[in-house]
């Protein structure tokens, strides 16, 4: 007995020892099962999640695509709607214009043979006004009227004008006389310099300064702004002839006080020089 006892045991602890890596076994393949199964619930939560997210990018889509064919829809009903006035627009003046032709066509002859009447009136008035009124005097065009003494005429053209002209108090002979004083005074002045001086003094006093002593006055003042390194010739000029004329010495010194408050005033230097 003691002998099966210890068989049996052995048996046993064979038996054991061998259901040992069964067990391990059996334990590794429910523990790799509980891992597949896991995995799998990953899987299909991954695949739900990109689902959704599908889902939700389509709905997306479709809200910008109703929001734009809504957009596009609106702007149809807008150009319709304008086409429509428009549309309105033209067949209202068509309507009128057609309207204005039928009355003008439906004019009754009365009134436009009223209207002819009246314009054949004012036409008859206006002609015998036109025959009453004297014809007006066309003014000829004379160079010597201008201003500025109007253009350039010759010498030996201006000779033969001076000798038509009869009446030496008309204005035609004035205005030549001017003209021909104005050249002479202007000429002396440019001509003047310090050896030939007693030479042009002599000539100015031959001319009528008296007359011309603005153009006098003028020309000399335009001569020194002009050349300017000249100004003790133009003023001892000024000198002789203030003994002789004091009045034209005067006039000269108020026109440069005259001009030089002028330049002061606008800031010029050239007047105040």
Avoid at 44 to 49: G, I
């Amino acid at each position: 007995m003691g002998v099966k006892d210890d068989r049996t045991e052995r048996h046993d602890s064979e038996s054991d020892d061998d259901r040992a890596p069964l067990r391990r076994r059996q334990r590794h393949d429910s523990n790799s099962d509980e891992d597949r199964s896991k995995d799998r619930g990953k899987d299909r939560r991954d695949r739900s999640r990109e689902r959704n997210r599908r889902s939700k990018s389509r709905e997306k889509r479709g809200r910008t695509d109703r929001s734009g064919s809504r957009d596009d829809q609106q702007s149809r009903r807008r150009r319709s709607s304008r086409e429509r006035s428009a549309q309105g627009n033209r067949k209202r003046s068509r309507d009128r214009r057609s309207r204005s032709r039928s009355t003008r066509k439906s004019a009754s002859p009365s009134r436009r043979d009223r209207k002819r009447e009246r314009s054949e009136d004012r036409k008859d008035v206006a002609k015998k006004s036109d025959e009453t009124k004297e014809p007006p005097q066309k003014k000829k065009a004379d160079m010597l009227t201008t201003k500025t003494g109007g253009a350039y005429i010759p010498p030996a053209k201006l000779k033969m004008m001076q000798e038509s002209i009869t009446d030496k108090t008309s204005e035609a002979f004035q205005r030549l006389a001017w003209e021909a004083l104005k050249k002479s005074i202007n000429g002396l002045i440019n001509k003047v310099n310090s050896p030939n001086i007693a030479v042009i003094v002599r000539e100015l006093f031959a001319e009528n300064i008296v007359r011309g002593r603005g153009l006098l006055c003028q020309s000399v003042i335009q001569a020194q702004t002009a050349s300017p390194t000249f100004t003790h010739v133009y003023a001892a000029l000024a000198a002789i002839i203030n003994t002789k004329f004091p009045n034209i010495g005067e006039l000269l010194l108020k026109r440069l006080i005259i001009n030089f408050k002028r330049g002061f005033k606008r800031k010029d230097k050239l007047r105040c020089t």
